[in-house]
């Protein structure tokens, strides 16, 4: 079973990959206080930042 952060991961990248929606509209979706946090926690999950992982679906 995946922990929370990983669940909180599969919605963000699919958020990323499938809607024209901005990075801190992401993050306060998933219940994040701030962009900052979010992109912290991405980076640190995935070892890339987001906006990278979003340009492959560009």
């Given at each position: 079973m995946p922990s929370f952060?990983?669940?909180?991961i599969i919605l963000a990248k699919e958020k990323l990959s499938t809607t024209s929606l901005s990075i801190s509209e992401i993050a306060y979706q998933l219940g994040f206080t701030t962009p900052q946090s979010f992109s912290r926690l991405f980076r640190a999950k995935t070892n890339q930042h987001q906006r990278t992982f979003v340009k492959h679906f560009k």
């Amino acid at each position: 079973m995946p922990s929370f952060w990983q669940v909180i991961i599969i919605l963000a990248k699919e958020k990323l990959s499938t809607t024209s929606l901005s990075i801190s509209e992401i993050a306060y979706q998933l219940g994040f206080t701030t962009p900052q946090s979010f992109s912290r926690l991405f980076r640190a999950k995935t070892n890339q930042h987001q906006r990278t992982f979003v340009k492959h679906f560009k």
